[in-house]
T-cell receptor, first 115, second 109 residues
Framework: GAVVSQHPSRVICKSGTSVKIECRSL??????MFWYRQFPKQSLMLMAT?????????EQGVEKDKFLINHASLTLSTLTVTSAHPEDSSFYIC???????????FGAGTRLSVL | SQQGEEDPQALSIQEGENATMNCSYK?????LQWYRQNSGRGLVHLIL?????REKHSGRLRVTLDTSKKSSSLLITASRAADTASYFC?????????FGAGTRLTVKP
């Protein structure tokens, strides 16, 4: 149980386009989801906390208008990278607070490459 | 921002040997967790140790926590090639979770 599905797993796009990444909790309801960014061989950097039905809380230094987060239902949060540029290329991972307290359940990640 | 530092950054051992990874952190925590990440994949939760616990076991995993030193260690005994992955500690302050820099473990068959 407690599966988080992240889609797409890989996306290549042209500079200036927008990319949407979906994060779904398949067998549980997630009132809180998290979005992380990970550079090669580095740790996860928390970008924002997504709460169902309210605005996301962004970490310092993360551009809200650049990385749009929508958590419209208890099972779905989306991250949209707007007007993507090559420097946005990275591995994006979502997670959700699940049925076991204090434990986060992670999606498989999305590798974004902006040409 | 990252919470903790882990050492070593990379560890290479032979199958059957034990692997020890360390994590230090800076702020007060409710619990500390260890996660595993295979290359290019999401993270998988391994074990959680609460701030009032000192040691915890799960299969071949042994975790210690020293809140006075703000440090934790993860021991993997009798390692296998399939244990090759990156291991991250994560501190839970109650508001969010912060990850350490990770240790890349390579277990050679």
């Amino acid at each position: 149980g407690a599966v988080v599905s992240q889609h797409p797993s890989r996306v290549i796009c042209k500079s200036g386009t927008s990319v949407k990444i979906e994060c779904r909790s398949l067998d549980f309801q997630a009132t809180t989801m998290f979005w992380y960014r990970q550079f090669p061989k580095q740790s996860l950097m928390l970008m924002a906390t997504s709460n169902e039905g309210s605005k996301a809380t962004y970490e310092q230094g993360v551009e809200k208008d650049k990385f749009l987060i929508n958590h419209a239902s208890l099972t779905l949060s989306t991250l949209t990278v707007t007007s993507a540029h090559p420097e946005d290329s990275s591995f994006y991972i979502c997670s959700a607070k699940g049925p076991r307290p204090n434990i986060q359940y992670f999606g498989a990640g999305t590798r974004l490459s902006v040409l | 921002s990252q919470q903790g530092e882990e050492d070593p950054q990379a560890l290479s051992i032979q199958e059957g040997e034990n692997a020890t990874m360390n994590c230090s952190y800076k702020t007060s925590i409710n619990n500390l967790q260890w996660y595993r990440q295979n290359s290019g994949r999401g993270l998988v939760h391994l074990i959680l140790i609460r701030s009032n616990e000192r040691e915890k076991h799960s299969g071949r995993l042994r975790v210690t926590l020293d809140t006075s030193k703000k440090s934790s260690s993860l021991l993997i005994t009798a390692s296998r090639a399939a244990d090759t992955a990156s291991y991250f500690c994560a501190t839970d302050s109650g508001n969010d979770m912060r990850f350490g820099a990770g240790t890349r473990l390579t277990v050679k068959p």
